[in-house]
């Protein structure tokens, strides 16, 4: 049977060897990208397009046509490609509509060789793009899996590529257009007349179907709303409902600080790491019977080592876990906007109106919108049973940097030998299904510095804005013991600024345990002393990086990670000293130093905009659960859980003692 897919969906692939078929109605350009496992396109070698059209494993259409049929070998592909993007544009300079607007919706099967369809997709709801990238083929553990993208470029193939992070990316579409317009290529043999079910599809092309539903008549106000957001890079984690900051953007690969402030873009796609590809992972999932999902095992995903494998697989969770989110969501709206235009046709024709008629047909639109929802919530219930299965598993097999404070493997803590490549900050989860929580985890070094919301957000139900300054506290000392136990004796150090002395008995688990290598600084003289000293650490290490004379650091300069956690900002802070705070989150970073505030943004008001760069440059976490982070595909509204310790637990005071320890003889 095969599977309508609607925007966002993803279906598995029952083999490897494939062909895409791409039905227009017009010519079209119809070509492919290889991404690595953090969805960046190489180079021009892993492009296939009209002028260079085949690659190890894929070989597209030689020319702009109508219809297009594309041969993809999942198994041959070059080492290190984990996705195929199918991409389509229409032609420049040869006359013709420009933007995808004009001409009807395309359709885009995924077929096996025989000619049997396994999934299709009708790309609605474009208007201004003259590019799209039509489907994903990506790699899911040691399976394959199709998602329906959709996602549409005004830019045209060089925005397009450029969003891939692909160098000279307009070099590469002009270069595309030109061999389009030179008509450079033999002819391709036209595919086979399309069949009944695709001819259905195609006949309404301007509807929207849920999975398994017969399409309607054609209704382009069918489309669902949750359209993918074009991701910053496009990871790390999207736009930001709320005020302060998600997870900081980054393409896959790039950590680049973003401009999130209020709105801005949030990102969580994965680091760049090596250049060339992780082995695959052992073999050790066991085979699911046909129809079912494969057991889940940890550390199923591909990288060098078991946590990056961990990691990896707790990335896809996420990416799963949101891709299902959105085809449940759209296929909701969908039924629902489908029911209204169906009442609606009702209500204008006087003659069922009133009376039996206009009942039976009113309970008869109710029931088609009954039985969607409850196919959408089928499919929705069996990936989320299928997530928490994987979850699981998963959880406690994560590394202590990666692992809830709950879990047993702190109880053994002993310092590492090396840093880990991320810190876990808490947990994300989604309304569908609350208890199923992913980790939310950042690459270290950080990228961006760290701000404890203190102040009331307006979704806690605390009514003691002391007690939310207590736990803002709290969960400071918390991110900065787990930061402390995730680095080698002596490779992260803590400072802590303390103006007003108001988070003494806070701050007293590290002062206790030895972790800090100096008091808690106060009043006005402690304040410009720390970041009189720490201000003067960066520029010299900048000065010296950019002069390429790192041998002529002081020899007593500490060149590890450092962090500063600043309490109860702005009391206790004048002008230079709010200047050299911004001065730090913006420059700190890149030479290991780092900012941790812990603060009200509304009682730093009084500053006026001053310190709206500060707050854009950090990244946002709350002491109680919000839904504040939102995702790079389809801006769901992620609800970050605080890494809360269990209750009357004494794992803080814990590894905190040994990592003091450890400090204090420089070994394990």
């Known amino acids: 049977m095969t599977a309508e897919l609607v925007r966002g969906q993803n279906h598995a692939l029952p083999g490897t060897r494939l062909e895409i078929r791409v039905s227009a109605g017009r010519p079209i350009v119809a070509g492919a990208t290889l991404s690595d496992h953090e969805r960046t396109v190489r180079g021009t070698s892993w492009v296939a397009h009209p002028g260079a059209p085949t690659l190890p494993g894929l070989e597209v259409s030689q020319q702009a046509a109508a219809d297009h049929r594309l041969a993809v070998d999942l198994d041959a592909l070059p080492d290190g490609a984990h996705q195929v993007n199918v991409l389509l544009a229409l032609p420049v300079g040869v006359g013709g509509p420009v933007t ?67 160098p000279r990316a307009q070099d590469l579409a002009t270069a595309i257009n030109d061999a389009v317009a030179r008509g450079l290529a033999r002819s391709v043999a036209a595919p086979p007349p399309r069949s009944a079910d695709e001819a259905r599809v195609r006949a309404a092309a301007q509807g929207h179907t849920a999975p398994g539903q017969p399409p309607s008549t054609p209704d382009p106000a069918a489309e669902p709303a949750a359209r993918p957001v074009v991701p910053a890079q496009p990871v790390v984690p999207a736009q930001q409902p709320g005020d302060g900051g998600a997870p900081a953007p980054q393409r896959p690969g790039d950590a680049v600080p973003p401009q999130p402030g209020d709105g801005g873009p949030v990102n969580y796609t994965h680091p760049r790491r090596q250049t060339a590809a992780p082995p695959p992972p052992p073999p050790t999932a066991r085979p699911a019977a046909p129809g079912q999902h494969p057991t889940p095992v940890a550390g199923d995903a591909t990288g060098w080592s078991p946590e990056e494998r961990l990691y990896n697989q707790v990335w896809g969770m996420f990416e799963d876990l949101a891709r299902t989110a959105a085809a449940y969501r759209s296929a909701v709206d969908f039924a629902d906007s489908r029911m209204e235009q169906e009442l609606d046709k009702v209500l204008s024709d006087p003659r069922s109106r009133i009376g039996s008629t206009g009942d039976t047909a009113r309970a008869a639109a109710r029931a088609r919108h009954g039985d969607l929802v409850d196919q959408a919530r089928a499919a929705l219930d069996r990936d989320l049973a299928q997530l928490a299965a994987e979850a699981e598993v998963v959880e406690p097999a994560l590394p202590v940097a990666f692992a809830d404070w709950s879990s047993p493997v702190w109880q053994g803590y002993r310092a590492p030998m090396e840093v880990p490549m991320a810190l876990r900050l808490g947990g994300l989860h989604l309304p569908e299904r609350p208890e199923l929580r992913i980790p939310m985890l950042v690459r270290l070094p950080l990228e961006r510095g760290l701000w404890i919301d203190s102040g009331r957000s307006g979704t806690d139900s605390l009514a003691d804005a002391d007690q939310l300054r207590r736990l803002a506290l709290d969960s400071a000392v918390a991110h900065a013991a787990r930061l402390l136990a995730s680095y080698p004796p002596g490779a992260f150090t803590v400072h802590v600024i303390d103006a007003a002395g108001t988070g003494t008995s806070a701050f007293a688990p590290l002062v206790t345990a030895g972790v800090l290598d100096e008091p808690p600084a106060t009043g006005a003289a402690g304040v410009t002393a720390m970041l009189t000293r720490l201000t003067q650490r960066v520029d010299l290490v900048q000065m010296a990086v950019r002069g390429g004379v790192a041998d002529a650091l002081p020899q007593d300069l500490d060149t590890g990670e450092q962090l500063l956690v600043v309490n109860d900002f702005p009391h206790g802070f004048d002008d230079r000293a709010v200047t050299q705070l911004r001065y730090l989150a913006d420059e700190g970073p890149a030479v290991g130093v780092h900012l941790m505030m812990v603060a009200d943004r ?67």
Request: charged share 20%.
């Open 100 to 166: 995808f607007g004009a001409v009807a919706a395309p359709f885009v099967a995924v077929t096996g060789l025989d000619g049997t369809e396994i999934a299709s997709y009708t790309i609605t709801d474009l208007s201004a793009e003259s590019a799209v990238v039509a489907l994903e083929l990506y790699r899911r553990g040691d399976a394959w899996k199709v998602r329906a993208v959709g996602q549409g470029y005004a830019g045209g193939l060089a925005d397009m590529l450029a969003d891939q992070g692909l």
């Open 602 to 668: 509304e009682e730093a008001a009084e500053y006026g905009p001053l310190l709206d760069p500060l707050w854009r440059a950090l990244l946002r976490l709350t002491p109680v659960p919000e839904d504040h982070l939102a995702d790079p595909w389809v801006g769901h509204a992620w609800t970050y859980e605080p890494p809360a310790l269990p209750p009357g637990s004494e794992v803080l005071g814990h590894v905190l003692d040994r990592v003091g320890a450890a400090r204090r003889t420089g070994s394990r």
